[in-house]
């Protein structure tokens, strides 16, 4: 049948309407899209001096939208995931019964003052018909594309009184809504998996135990017409044989000793007829008997937290009370190796689309957020969720096709960043950290992550961080790569380092990847090694080149002293011999040492590290009688920096021309 607004009287809430129905007991609504299309979600959150979030006029502190399915919130640490999970525990609750309460770290607090009052507003929305009959006084509704759509607005508010905390949850208006109680509240309640839980606990046996509450509310569990379930027969046959057992067989001796003990306890004709039985014979003291547990000796809490997901995963499949089938599951990787991580994800990818079951997870995991899907994932930065789906974003079909290939957990760190610098190749990846470091500016301090995407594929990684409506997330991405102007000879054998057609491409290049937050930095010339080669670390660099062609060359052995005396000598005699060539020619031969025939190279890496070490030990207090031999069997981070050799090198290498392009980006992306 369809749904005629007139069958019911409208109260007008803004450009909504709220269904008040003449009839408290009415049980059908149609109108409601099929439910193979859909199933209720929550579909956005609002947070108003809640925790870290203030709000400013009417604009909330964190603003949130989530889709069906899948919702895996990410990023860098105190971005407010935990505070979305906890946000809607408040609102809805949980189907653990577990204690919940307002305290005075949730009101948002500035200069050692909070705030008095915070509220947390929740929409609820895509209602089948089986669930809309249960909240008929609660939904809204409006006409979106000719259809009618319904809605529940939740509104939480906490407040202080001199010393108390009060609370309330009204849906519909803020100030005059309906206030929630009785069976909305008990079908809006959600399944909440903690952190670091106590899965062995949550599945042990006893009153009230969390995998009875599961049992007891899954279909298979419910009788109708007052029939009796076959637990219940299975359970009363038992107990008859138990008493026969006790009564007839080899226990009477037993059963006779405590009667015969119990008479002597009681008064004259007090009745003594004990009796021996397994537990009362209900559902529910049967099902509280039962415990859940791993087939395997003593199991490891990984294997125990995997169990107590999937009865959790069974009763929300199987939630047919027309009732909010919500997961929120904080910090998935808790006790679990990434293996498992890997599995687990991918099964919940899967159910989630064949069932409807919406889950919101919170992650720290680059492991889970590189193998779960992009349309997935709901980065939060700077008080607002960007949902990462199609359309949001400025990425191509393609680009999410590649980089469901392609981001790995080493890439998948930039969305726990506070800045991002995507890379080429190995050798920016290796030593730009370690100028970052000379300069004072280290990374990790930072929060900002590297990303060698290995190629020159910027736009399809870049691009995750700008926005469709062109709106800005507050994560600075630099993308570093190279002009790729390569010098030449000319007829006359001139050497022609083609400044012109340098200077074209590197404007044509900045102007290609840059957008929004997203800034490029061209290396002013060729490649970034031959920057290297040209600029104030020419002397570091032509020594890592010969040290790094000994090191390719060694099967056993790295370097030994021997080998860095004989790579020192052949660097004076080219010295000798090159003395006459311009600094770009001189660059040139120095580079060209580590190219084949086709301009490739297979000593990048080997020479960015062999620099990166040659690096750190002209900054560090060497201890006496180590020698150079040993530095590429140590880890020099664990030698101390001396200053005055750190703040020589810095000045060098912030006043070079060549590698301006590099401290840039660093700056850029640490916002210093």
């Not at 909440?192 to 046996?205: T, V």
């Not at 135990?209 to 076959?230: T, W, Y």
């Not at 930065?381 to 392609?406: A, H, S």
């Not at 937050?517 to 660099?541: Q, S």
Request: negative net charge.
């Amino acid at each position: 049948m369809e749904f005629r607004s007139t069958d019911f009287p409208l109260r007008t809430t803004g450009k909504s309407k709220s269904i008040v129905p003449y009839y408290g007991s009415l049980l059908n609504l149609a109108s409601v899209r099929n439910e193979k299309e859909q199933i209720m979600i929550i579909s956005e959150l609002k947070l108003y001096n809640f925790r870290k979030f203030k709000a400013v006029s009417d604009a909330p502190g964190l603003s949130v939208s989530f889709h069906r399915g899948l919702n895996a919130l990410i990023g860098e640490n105190d971005s407010g995931k935990s505070a979305v999970i906890d946000a809607i525990k408040l609102v809805l609750l949980t189907q653990s019964n577990e204690y919940l309460r307002v305290v005075d770290e949730d009101f948002y607090t500035e200069d050692g003052i909070s705030v008095n009052e915070f509220r947390i507003d929740l929409t609820l929305s895509d209602f089948t018909e089986n669930e809309a009959k249960n909240f008929v006084e609660l939904l809204e509704f409006k006409m979106v594309a000719g259809a009618t759509a319904y809605y529940i607005h939740l509104h939480y508010r906490a407040w202080k009184e001199k010393f108390r905390v009060f609370t309330e949850l009204r849906a519909g208006e803020i100030s005059d809504g309906v206030v929630l109680d009785g069976k909305a509240r008990e079908l809006l309640k959600c399944v909440y998996l903690r952190p670091l839980r106590d899965a062995e606990r949550e599945m042990r046996s006893g009153r009230n135990s969390r995998i009875s509450q599961i049992l007891f509310n899954h279909p298979v569990f419910k009788m109708k017409d007052g029939a009796e379930h076959r637990l219940i027969e299975i359970l009363k046959t038992a107990n008859e044989d138990i008493e026969r057992y006790f009564t007839e067989q080899d226990g009477t001796v037993i059963l006779s000793a405590i009667r015969e003990t119990l008479t002597s306890f009681n008064e004259q004709d007090t009745p003594s007829n004990a009796k021996l039985e397994t537990s009362a014979i209900q559902l529910k003291s049967i099902l509280e008997s039962l415990s859940l547990s791993a087939a395997e000796i003593r199991p490891g809490l990984g294997e125990l937290n995997l169990l107590f997901i999937a009865a959790e995963l069974l009763l929300l499949q199987h939630d047919d009370n027309g009732g909010l089938r919500l997961a929120l599951i904080e910090e998935l990787e808790a006790h679990l190796h990434p293996q498992a991580q890997l599995r687990l994800i991918q099964y919940l990818q899967k159910e989630y689309n064949e069932s409807g079951i919406q889950i919101i997870i919170s992650t720290h995991s680059p492991v889970l957020a590189s193998k779960i899907n992009l349309k997935n994932l709901i980065l939060l930065k700077g008080g607002k969720g960007y949902d990462l789906t199609p359309g949001r974003t400025k990425l191509e079909k393609g680009d999410y096709l590649f980089l469901q290939r392609f981001l790995d957990s080493s890439k998948a760190n930039l969305f726990f960043a506070k800045g991002v610098i995507m890379v080429e190749g190995d050798a920016e990846n290796l030593l730009i950290p370690v100028i970052a470091d000379i300069i004072g500016l280290p990374l990790e301090k930072y929060g900002v992550s590297i990303v060698n995407v290995g190629s020159t594929a910027f736009l399809r990684y870049s691009r995750i961080f700008t926005r469709a409506d062109d709106s800005t997330i507050g994560i600075p991405v630099a993308v570093i790569t190279d002009c790729d102007v390569k010098p030449a000879y000319d007829e006359a054998g001139r050497f022609e380092v083609r400044k012109n057609e340098t200077a074209e491409q590197v404007v044509k290049k900045e102007r290609y990847y840059s957008t929004g937050e997203v800034k490029a930095f061209i290396a002013p010339r060729w490649t970034f090694e031959y920057c290297l080669a040209m600029g104030c670390l020419c002397d570091e660099f032509h020594k890592a080149v010969h040290y790094g062609m000994k090191v390719k060359n060694s099967d056993k052995y790295a370097l030994t002293d021997q080998k860095i005396q004989r790579a020192d000598q052949e660097i004076d005699a080219e010295d000798e011999s090159w003395q006459a060539l311009s600094q770009a020619e001189y660059a040139y031969k120095i580079y060209g040492q580590m190219l084949d025939g086709e301009g490739k190279s297979g000593l990048k890496a080997i020479v960015a590290q062999c620099l990166a070490s040659i690096l750190r030990w002209e900054i560090s207090v060497v201890p006496e009688g180590l020698t150079m031999e040993q530095m590429f069997d140590l880890d020099l981070y664990r030698l101390k920096v001396d200053d005055r050799k750190r703040c020589e090198l810095r000045e060098r290498i912030e006043k070079d021309r060549y590698l301006k392009y590099i401290v840039d980006a660093i700056r850029y992306v640490t916002q210093q």
